[in-house]
């Protein structure tokens, strides 16, 4: 069936280090791809989106590239911020017309000043 | 606009009984979704409603698990007989139709004891 495969946290970075956080998928046919992030004590909420190969998803200098070779959709961010600190969610769409989510782990992001 | 609520946002039983969920969706989506999230792990699809009627229940323990949507605008998730490893986030988001983006709510976090 469809699963997502995400880097395993914690992640710590300081102020203005380069992000890239692994994601990548098994699935039948073309589904979309979707980062979340969960801010502490805040409800999951959508970063950036792709629906189809070579799709680039971008939000808040966040970006994710829809990678069919690869089968991956890393998340990167050039210059994280504190307020960065989240943890992420790679899912993608299940497929068909039903539109529920299959999510991975979640990565856990700390970003120290 | 008003997002996605939920209450309670936490609760505490023990274990064999039985408890309720309540959750109002963003006024208009047609689509509501139940996830039950671990700690740990990413949210997994319980129950996907399509206006009242149900979409997917695959992966709901009926045998102890229940949802309604009766009136095809707010939705309750019960628990009973509730068991230890109950305890988690259940999060309800809600979506204008299948396909379309999910909003998420704050989540009700259960512990069973």
């Known amino acids: 069936g469809n699963s997502v495969t995400q880097m395993e946290g914690p992640v710590t970075l300081s102020e203005e280090a380069f992000l890239t956080i692994n994601c990548t998928y098994t699935a039948t046919g073309y589904p979309s791809l979707f980062w979340y992030v969960q801010y502490p004590g805040e409800g999951l909420q959508l970063l950036l989106k792709?629906?189809?190969?070579?799709d680039k998803g971008s939000n808040k200098g966040f970006e994710a590239t829809y990678r069919k070779e690869t089968t991956s959709f890393h998340l990167e961010k050039g210059s994280v911020q504190v307020s960065d600190s989240a943890v992420y969610f790679c899912?993608?769409?299940?497929?068909?017309?039903?539109?529920?989510?299959?999510f991975g782990k979640g990565t856990k992001l700390s970003v120290k000043p | 606009e008003a997002g996605v609520a939920q209450s309670p946002r936490y609760k505490i039983i023990e274990k064999r009984q039985s408890v309720a969920f309540w959750c109002n969706p963003i006024?208009?989506?047609?689509?509501l979704y139940w996830y039950q999230q671990i700690l740990g792990q990413g949210p997994k699809l319980l129950i996907q409603f399509q206006n009242n009627g149900v979409v997917d229940d695959s992966q709901l323990p009926k045998d102890r698990f229940s949802a309604e949507r009766l009136k095809g605008v707010d939705s309750t998730l019960k628990i009973q007989p509730a068991k230890l490893e109950d305890s988690a986030v259940y999060l309800c988001?809600?979506?204008f139709g299948q396909g379309h983006e999910q909003y998420f709510g704050p989540g009700t976090r259960l512990t069973v004891t």
């Open positions: 006024s208009g989506h047609a689509t």
């Open positions: 899912a993608l769409g299940g497929g068909g017309s039903q539109g529920n989510l299959i």
């Open positions: 988001a809600s979506s």
């Open positions: 792709a629906t189809k190969a070579d």
